[in-house]
């Protein structure tokens, strides 16, 4: 059974920084594309960042890029996105997801295995 389990959200000043993590259970994380997406209230789900599964390419979305960075450890298994420089727009809930092997780049429909998410709140 695959386990995804984000932890790190939290409330935080605009400026300020957080860093998630999230624990992959039921599968080796170096034979797949790993990353992070959020959704706001009343808004689609969109990509954050996310890291291939062999040569650790990453991607960032534009609201992201220069702020937040993504690394991923597999011998632990883990994936964390490290956050600076939160702007009150970065208010979400924050999923890791577990992408195809093949996969590159923030396609939502390319990710099969969803945590439940962290919930980020950056006051202004």
């Known amino acids: 059974q695959v386990q995804l389990v984000e932890s790190g959200g939290g409330l935080v000043q605009a400026g300020g920084s957080l860093r998630l993590s999230c624990a992959v259970s039921?599968?080796?994380?170096?034979?797949?594309?790993i990353g992070w997406f959020r959704q706001a209230p009343g808004k689609e789900r969109e990509g954050v960042s996310s890291i291939h599964r062999t040569d650790d390419d990453t991607y960032y979305s534009d609201s992201v890029k220069g702020r937040f960075t993504i690394s991923r450890d597999n011998t632990e298994n883990t994936v964390s996105l490290q956050m600076n420089n939160l702007k009150p727009e970065d208010t979400a809930v924050y999923f890791c997801?577990?992408?195809?092997?093949?996969?590159?780049?923030?396609?939502?429909?390319?990710?099969?295995?969803w945590g439940q998410g962290t919930q980020v709140t950056v006051s202004s």
């Open positions: 039921g599968r080796t994380l170096s034979a797949y594309a």
């Open positions: 997801a577990l992408g195809r092997r093949t996969v590159r780049g923030l396609d939502v429909r390319l990710y099969d295995y």
